[in-house]
């Protein structure tokens, strides 16, 4: 399975956001991509107001990135907010295409460094996982990989590769943590993790917003053995990842931490 990682720079314009959106799918089945990974916030970044971004999963936004996985024959995972029903906004992943249609609502809301994303967030409370190709997908946001909890569950539903568009704040330190989260996660789960974040503001000439995550970039792909097998930089670009499910099946057989497990503590 080849899975791309477009790693954006995202604007506050959904229009403007869709249009790249679309160019960089084309651009990803080109390269012969079967699922093509949009970061969290696609739809618009962060440090604006969301409330009056979002739309519902049936309406304009969505369904156009829906036309666009169909045109191109693909999987497409985007981060966008749709209405919560409290006054908050929901973080949104739409996955959609290949004849899959179905979101994940970020369960793990960061409220950290300074940032409180519940004020205006609602959380989501459920894992998500969709089969496609014979290969079993789960999903997680950003701040989602601070929890080594959804990722065994993710894998104890059968999960061999998890998806995790991110929008990763910056600061002091937080690249490097941002990629010992995500081989630590690959490692706990026995799991890939294709991990695709907004691209670095600075890299596209805009300054970034001033508490919000507007993302450091730092794509990357990573074994379930915890390898680095691709990355990108800080700028705006493509990943391409070739995942081999069985690679899964491998790293649980060689280190079955999922099987060795303790459920019965408290």
């Not at 959904?14 to 990974?37: G, S």
């Not at 950290?112 to 089969?131: C, Q």
């Not at 330190?173 to 695709?196: F, H, I, M, S």
Request: aromatic content about 6%.
């Amino acid at each position: 399975m080849r899975i791309a990682a477009c790693q954006l720079a995202s604007g506050v314009s959904p229009e403007e956001n869709l249009a790249a959106l679309a160019r960089e799918t084309a651009r990803a089945a080109a390269e012969d991509a079967d699922v093509v990974v949009f970061p969290e916030a696609a739809m618009a970044r962060f440090g604006v107001p969301l409330a009056p971004l979002a739309e519902p999963l049936e309406g304009p936004w969505a369904t156009r990135v829906r036309s666009v996985a169909d045109a191109a024959g693909v999987l497409v995972v985007a981060g966008m907010f749709t209405p919560s029903g409290d006054g908050r906004v929901r973080n949104t992943l739409l996955i959609t295409g290949r004849g899959i249609d179905t979101h994940y609502d970020k369960v793990h809301l960061y409220d950290a460094f300074g940032f409180a994303e519940s004020a205006t967030v609602a959380p989501g409370d459920r894992a998500v996982t969709v089969d496609l190709d014979g290969v079993r997908l789960g999903f997680a946001t950003c701040y989602d990989v601070r929890f080594p909890g959804l990722f065994t569950r993710l894998a104890g539903d059968g999960a061999r590769v998890v998806l995790l568009p991110a929008s990763w704040g910056a600061g002091p330190g937080k690249a490097a943590q941002w990629e010992v989260l995500v081989r630590a996660r690959a490692l706990d789960a026995t799991c890939w993790v294709v991990a695709a974040g907004q691209a670095d503001p600075a890299t596209v000439g805009e300054p970034p917003a001033t508490s919000a995550p507007t993302g450091i970039g730092h794509s990357m792909a990573v074994s379930p053995f915890g390898e680095v097998r691709a990355r990108l930089g800080a700028a705006p670009g493509l990943l391409l990842a070739d995942v081999d499910p069985a690679e899964a099946d491998d790293a649980r057989r060689t280190i079955p931490v999922l099987a060795n497990r303790r459920d019965d503590l408290r």
